[in-house]
């Protein structure tokens, strides 16, 4: 009876261990004769089940479509001319214009349809009124103002739409992301752990449900992006993990999803004529940007390949997650923002719009 209680009592003291210490390195087979009782737990890791698995990925969640399906037409340039630009990036559509962020310039960028200049929302690189270190994330929200998240300098700013200075404030919280819903609350991301919903006048916020046990879990997930979506809550999405998670406005998640890995050189041919690409588990991906229509997801998947990269845009659905189809834009896009119309694509110093016909039913 006594050594049962030892073995238990021990147990329970390995686990301890092993759970402070997260998903360290495994020690070298020739220091574990004096192993300490830490680097023993460390060691067992691989006895636990699904030891270096994030405790977000075992949420209950349904798993995407394990093919693509993809629609394809004929896609037909639409504007007058394609702007010169400096590196744009994250696009966004919104009362008629193109906005976007210039990661350089510490700005955001608003053009026409057809490529002509509106207005500069930002006084570039500093501290003062106006100015910002890092942005990292900003939205539009429906009254036209501009809310850029700055987070090196830690700051959020709101510009009028005609592009002076709302106000500016510090956060309580290390800013990394930032995106302002179809509700016109701005959404923030500090960690994993610390997304909160909070009004656009400022008054009061809502933090989000806990995503991970474990800090040390969420390193995959900060390196990413968080978007408003249509229906009053966020979309955030993991650059190298293909990780999609929606968050509902009160704070809690609606689902995690894993996106489709992986994409294999040769296309099938089903009946009923949509091309088909069964997945496969060699290539490696990122998901570059997203791009929320309606009741869409629109995910932007760079796969990449030895000899040249390829573009992929994946569709989900967004009150469930599921997958719907895909398709490939008619060039090479770094950044992507879809409306009813068209689906536009930000390059390297410039940005096309395509009819959006080429991927109707």
């Known amino acids: 009876m006594l050594r049962a209680l030892s073995i238990v009592t021990g147990g329970c003291a390995l686990l301890a261990a092993v759970w402070a210490l997260g998903t360290p390195a495994q020690p070298n087979a020739a220091d574990t004769a004096d192993a300490t009782p830490a680097r023993q737990a460390a060691a067992s890791l691989e006895l636990l089940p699904n030891a270096r698995t994030p405790d977000f990925t075992q949420r209950p969640r349904s798993q995407s479509a394990s093919e693509r399906t993809f629609r394809s ?34 700005r955001v960028y608003r053009y026409t349809l057809d490529g002509e200049h509106v207005r500069t929302y930002g006084e570039g690189r500093g501290v003062g009124p106006g100015q910002h270190m890092a942005v990292m994330g900003y939205g539009i929200a ?14 959020i700013s709101v510009f009028n739409e005609d592009g002076t200075v709302e106000r500016s404030e510090r956060p309580d919280f290390g800013l990394m992301r930032l995106g302002v819903t179809s509700e016109d609350q701005i959404v923030t991301l500090a960690a994993p752990t610390a997304v909160r919903f909070q009004s656009l006048l400022g008054r009061g916020h809502r933090e ?42 009160n704070g809690t998640i609606d689902y995690i999803r894993r996106m489709i890995g992986d994409y294999p050189p040769t296309p099938t041919e089903p009946a ?24 869409e997801i629109h995910v932007l998947v760079i796969f990449l390949e030895p000899d040249e ?17 895909s398709y490939e834009p008619p060039e090479p896009v770094r950044s992507l923002a879809v409306t009813g119309d068209h689906v536009i694509g930000g390059q390297d110093t410039t940005f096309a719009v395509w009819d959006r016909s080429a991927i109707e039913e």
């Open 73 to 106: 037409g004929s896609w037909t340039e639409v504007g007058a001319q394609r702007p010169s630009l400096t590196n744009p990036r994250a696009l966004r559509v919104a009362r008629g214009d193109v906005f976007f962020r210039d990661q350089s310039e510490h």
């Open 309 to 325: 990269n390829r573009y992929v845009v994946d569709v989900y659905d967004l009150p469930a997650g599921d997958y719907r189809y």
């Open 142 to 155: 429906s009254n036209g103002q501009v809310v850029m998240g700055d987070a090196q300098g830690r700051k």
């Open 272 to 295: 009923g004529g949509a091309t088909k690409r069964v997945v496969g588990n060699e290539l490696q991906f990122r998901i570059n940007d997203v791009s929320i229509h309606d009741d």
């Open 208 to 249: 989000g449900e806990d995503l991970v046990r474990n800090p040390r879990e969420s390193i995959g997930l900060l390196e990413g992006g968080l978007r408003g979506d249509t229906q009053g809550g966020a979309i955030q999405f993991s650059f190298f993990y293909g990780y999609l998670i929606r968050w509902h406005s």
